[in-house]
Nanobody
């Protein structure tokens, strides 16, 4: 069972930046595709970004492309989400996810992409 713990959320003004971190308990962290989803009040959980096992491949939702950057440190079992130029519509609970993905292309292009393992979530609030 993979346990994920997020941190770094908070309140920021529009145009500001935040960096989220997610640390995994799993010692085989480098085997897992990692990513971030977010859920705004009254809405479904939506995909934000994902990173491949080695970190060489990344994929972003159009809404965050050019503003958010995902990265990982396999030695530290941690994945990061750098969020710049934040907008009020970025306000949501951000969830870190992990999964054993066999095909990066198939998973990232699937409308049903999800992860079997999730963190508890961290709140990001962007004020206008």
């Amino acid at each position: 069972q993979v346990q994920l713990v997020e941190s770094g959320g908070g309140l920021v003004q529009a145009g500001g930046s935040l960096r989220l971190s997610c640390t995994a308990s799993e010692y085989t962290f480098s085997r897992y595709t990692m990513g971030w989803f977010r859920q705004a009040p009254g809405k479904e959980r939506d995909f934000v970004t994902a990173i491949s096992r080695s970190g060489s491949l990344t994929y972003y939702a159009d809404s965050v492309k050019g503003r958010f950057t995902i990265s990982r440190d396999n030695a530290e079992n941690t994945v990061y989400l750098q969020m710049n130029s934040l907008k009020p519509e970025d306000t949501a609970v951000y969830y870190c996810g992990a999964g054993l993905v066999s095909s990066w292309y198939t998973w990232t292009t699937s409308k049903d992409r999800t992860f079997p393992y999730w963190g508890q979530g961290t709140q990001v609030t962007v004020s206008s």
